[in-house]
């Protein structure tokens, strides 16, 4: 990005700034408040930290004689940077009614109006340094526009009128799925990781070499419909399919089938950013944990993908498919894409639940200082995903991006693309 | 209030509905949504919940042909009335933004017009039922006043800016107060409980005997400068004062003052809901849970009067005091009465822990169907309060009014008065 | 006690000692050690905390030169003197390996060989000091005879296998009971308390006037039968006979019957300190909570009495019935006193829980010193029960005896007799 | 082990049964009971459940019209096995006193003895099956043989008299450690994992590809010593060496240093098996979690191993040191092998965290039926650790053997090595 123009990053950064601006746009001001357990936020809190991200790692480093908008802010609106200095508790983000909506899209304007002044006023020296950080400012900023739809979904969820953040008819997008096939990849010690063109995380490099025995990949992600006959077959009442730490899960949260899906009548409907949906069976299975992504590839004789397995196996495959930008908010069923390819849906719909657990690279090193926090310090008990969802911006995703949550968590738009070995 | 002419019942109505909404001017949509605790809820649930109250316990049973306004609010709004039906989660009040801040007054507006209405056509059968049914919505109401401003007050105190709910300079209302002084009473076989003459709750009911043995009752409320002196003391560092769940409850919550308290620079203040202000050493020391009024009765050799103690020694004393009507909404220690009255402070600033536990008066009854759960559901586990508070509505306290928390509770305007045996 | 001759006090100290020590007979050395809940405690840590009672409150005190037993046995088992030093975690007394049962003993003969050696040397002017302090610790150790069965019966409680404390044919003594009957009692202007003759807790006193309203008191306990009505009418799945804190308590515990029920093939037994037996369906109901007794008493039609009227009533009640000393350790329905009485079973099977909360009698004194804990700091969130157990030593009850534990307490041996007013 | 003989195969199962008897001998009865927290298990629980297994997977399978030895014991003694049956919660095991120790021996005695029996009548089919089962109940036994040990401690710390198991003066063992070196190793494809000969879990199979980047590994475990520089230099009060959810744990915990370390007097003590010992600063650091392993490696400018940097590293280390055998039972620093092996301590002493996560090998096949429960359900959220400990029986511990704990638990012996890349 260091090459790119000035001209080009401005309009870039406001093209950025401003997606962020039209997804809340449909909200109500009362929509921006709640925070309905602790690994969501509000909405308001989305709009605010991305701001403080940009205050506090470029206009307090590099703007000459910057004033912070409201000293309260920073800690406020910092998330977790430990070495940036003590921030609120992550849980009570849904206590803060003030700065309200409108003195925070203030906060906002403040915030770019410097930031643009910055990028035209500063010398030749920082310039590259400017440009680097605003990419990861960028790049945050789009990790936040899938996380305030997740968080909204999940705020939502709760309550029993059943909101509804946009209107659309989901169904007109189903259509029959192509069959499940398993495409056969050679595997050998093959390279995996960032090259280092164009952007990436910290987490995604360096580019270091992995063995790999022959697999299959499945085709398509695993569908509604693949996924209600384990359901229909017991798979949540039988231990046999479950890693220990999943069952206790299932008997803890008592779950009987994926996030959101409620059974009237005996047909399953499933909550959607378009209020509540019936399943569409056809539609890549959504908002499911590891544990029950990894319990479904037991009980269908198959196993998940190790990330490095997906990452080598779609190597060919374009970034293409159901994303933010196509404005559904749901995975479909419909497929928009040249449909030679061997890979259906390998990007876009949902984040798919890999069996590697999140951990460094060979020989990889974090970046220094604070924005050092920004991955490293996670890679513990959490698992890697692939390949993008249906709230995840197109410009944000690429093959060697590696997303991690908690074997647990469902708010996301997490599904599952089976693997197996070749014998 | 069966003797009241429909005219002054409607302008009853429509002047304490009116206040609820008065009180609510000064904040932001955003202040409407939140709720820090459970049993604290959203202004907006207050709002809804009051005019659910008129909608279900009136019309519906007397407006022919009444359309509720949304079938969802029955369940969004009904509070714990278990034999109206299912009610949403208590602890979920605050993850609930629509309807909108706009919707609920909407809601309000339709409520309000309907009862007007009703009143006017009732026919003469019902119209006494109709207003006693008022008479208690209003009641209702009233207390949701208060309950609106201390959980507003304790939502705010979350928030590390401080808001300001309503700018009063309290200090100017400092003065010295009077000496404590104890008034000694006679006691023998006195009555209690209300003789039905004007408006009461079913708890406050039957007036009936009970033997009081000669006491002494403090003039005023403990002070702030005076609870000071136990707090120096290692008043909260020493069990020996303390009831055994007052002591685990000190240890639990690490409590070292009253809520609210910070001290600055060796300087006591007190968040409010004017903001942080200092302490003022002359007013009544406030939001203090009954286990602290009891370690402070036992530190200062002296211990808490009992409900009737506190309402027979209490009968003659006007009910005059610094009530929500004044708007300071928090004790101050200026006395705006006749100070030759014996008993200073009797009513208002602060609700006065007393020793008893909250039961029923000898041959209570509680009213019939779901309004029985009003009052009676609630005779476990909590103690009685006495007198009304800064944020209580003036014509909604009487001498025999029995107000009850927790033990453990502090969020609302409670204080203590002292008491002794004559020996 | 003050009058006893020393040889007297020298037998009763050696009786009520020897008592405890009978009651552990039974036992394997593995059933001395658990712990299954904070509220009980293991079998040797009663063993041994009597015995520091007597070493702390005598020996320290009065005996010349005493050296303790072990220097860690203070901390360990003191209960819960907050004045007399720290002391272990109420909730891990059940970690406690060492000291080993043999040593315990060894301890209690220590103490107690030293205890003798002090009546007989002790001067006249320490002597009734002490008789007093032996006096209250022979009653503390009664209360921890009973305990101790409670607390052994909650930890076997757990073992699948249903171990058998002491095998009784309890069905040996079923008998059809009574009819209940209610009996009319005057009530007015009644003293209620100890008048200081005979042994009695400071709780007890001082005698004092309470007016009451006439009432009538049921000839007997609630039955099995009868309270298997209650179940089978639905009484654990309607929220209207229950108070709010007793609703959320059955939803909670998921309560569907007193403690220790069970049900097969259609009939209910319950475990027992003689193993798992059928249920007597005419023997008084036991371990069940307050909030039980009240939700039966509300689903008769009737109250509970509160504890003056319980104790009114039952003046001249001979203090007879099934306590620890028949051995039984269960209620049970054959009754072996004057039928001629009208109270049956007015004291012993169970203790039967009142509507009064326990608080301090008017201007009563606890003791002073570290034994004022003993009763005075536990008068919150408790009720009163009254009139002795199936497990509590007949020498130990008397008609002014306060019980007291917190309202979903179901491990004692508690009862429920019926009260209402007259109209 | 097919290949051994009837003989040698009786020989070697009477020796290692009678190397957990051996192991509590020391213990009083008391001591068999306690279980202070969920992932401890009481001795007896551990004497029960390893002969459960010889009964459950040998007998109840291959022994013709056997009866077992008490029916409620396949409830009470399966550990985790969902396919055998519905076991007894494990966090419960602490409140069973029923059967005795006695009892619990018998069973043993019954089982042994059944055991033997089957060896010697079973017919040439079976015998193969025979002898891998009871290869996989024996190894087992050795598991819970250092389970016994470290529960033991762990249940023994909870006693404020600090219980001494067995008195070993550990001290004479001290010596100064050999400075710390980095063995340069050259990586490459090399193989991890089970070859197949002798016996291995089925998590350490098959053998298969791993690509290695050169890299350093420390020529032995961190001391006390260097771990109290970490201490000192305000390792556990600064975010910045720690993982996200190792400083919450730090937090939530309040951990200071090691589990069972405590300062007395300036000076570093700790709870071991023979008692409260001043630290050898010499020895090993053990008692830390991954967590704690993590943040001193990163303060140390270093980093943990992979498991199979760790496997490959030490390929060539003889399999000596410091284990259960010798009956120290704590690391100790005076070494007793050939010190011209590069890697000191490569084995014994403490178990190495490792940054892998435990997942399954390429290609792994757990066992059938319920036998795969034993590993392969665990595979998430734990961390392998390599090498064994001062509780390892030494015919237990092997190259290749992969043990694996939650990354908060500390009360096994962890501890850490360092690693480095070679850039």
């Known amino acids: 990005m260091t090459t790119i123009s000035i001209e080009t990053l401005k309009d870039e950064y406001l093209r950025i700034r401003k997606c962020t601006e039209k997804l809340v746009e449909p909200l109500e001001i009362e929509d921006f408040i709640v925070q309905a357990d602790t690994h969501v936020s509000p909405s308001k809190w989305h709009l605010a930290h991305t701001t403080w991200f940009f205050e506090t790692f470029l206009l307090k480093n590099f703007f000459t004689n910057y004033h912070v908008f409201h000293k309260g802010f920073n800690y406020l609106f910092n998330s977790y940077y430990e070495t940036v200095g003590k921030f609120h508790p992550q849980k009570a983000r849904g206590l803060i009614t003030r700065p309200t909506v409108s003195e925070t899209f203030s906060y906002r304007k403040y915030v770019d109006e410097h930031i643009l002044s910055l990028v035209e006023k500063t010398n030749q020296t920082d310039l590259d340094q400017i440009k680097e950080l605003i990419e990861i400012g960028l790049n945050h900023e789009q990790q936040h526009q899938e996380l305030l739809l997740t968080d909204l979904k999940y705020n939502f969820s709760f309550n029993p009128t059943h909101p509804v953040y946009m209107a659309n008819d989901i169904s007109d997008n189903s259509s029959s799925p192509q069959d499940l096939s398993f495409i056969e990849i050679e595997g050998g010690?093959?390279?995996?990781?960032?090259?280092?063109?164009?952007?990436?995380?910290?987490?995604?490099?360096?580019?270091?070499?992995?063995?790999?025995?022959?697999?299959?990949?499945?085709?398509?992600?695993?569908?509604?419909?693949?996924?209600?006959?384990?359901?229909?077959?017991?798979?949540?009442?039988?231990?046999?399919?479950?890693?220990?730490?999943?069952?206790?899960?299932?008997?803890?949260?008592?779950?009987?089938?994926?996030?959101?899906?409620?059974?009237?009548?005996?047909?399953w409907y499933a909550f959607t950013l378009s209020g509540l949906l019936p399943i569409d069976e056809y539609a890549p299975v959504t908002h499911i944990s590891f544990y029950e992504a990894d319990a479904y590839a037991r009980w269908a004789g198959r196993r998940l993908p190790t990330e490095e397995e997906w990452e080598h196996g779609l190597q060919h495959t374009p970034v293409e498919g159901n994303f933010a930008d196509q404005g559904y908010f749901h995975p479909i069923s419909k497929i928009k894409r040249d449909t030679t390819q061997p890979f259906l849906k390998g990007f876009g719909d949902v984040w798919e639940w890999t069996q590697s657990s999140y951990s460094p690279y060979p020989r990889n090193k974090p970046l220094k200082g604070a924005l050092g926090e920004y991955n490293a310090k996670f890679m513990a008990n959490q698992m890697v995903l692939k390949g993008g969802s249906c709230a995840t911006p197109e410009s944000h995703i690429r093959l060697t991006y590696r997303n991690f949550f908690y074997p647990q968590m469902r708010w996301q738009f997490s599904g599952v693309r089976l693997a197996e070995d070749v014998l």
């Open 189 to 267: 010690l093959v390279e995996i990781g960032s090259d280092g063109e164009g952007f990436s995380f910290d987490n995604e490099r360096p580019r270091h070499k992995k063995w790999l025995d022959p697999y299959r990949l499945a085709n398509r992600p695993v569908t509604n419909g693949e996924y209600i006959q384990f359901i229909e077959d017991g798979g949540y009442l039988k231990a046999e399919f479950w890693l220990s730490d999943g069952w206790n899960a299932v008997n803890k949260y008592k779950w009987q089938a994926p996030q959101y899906w409620e059974k009237h009548d005996g047909k």
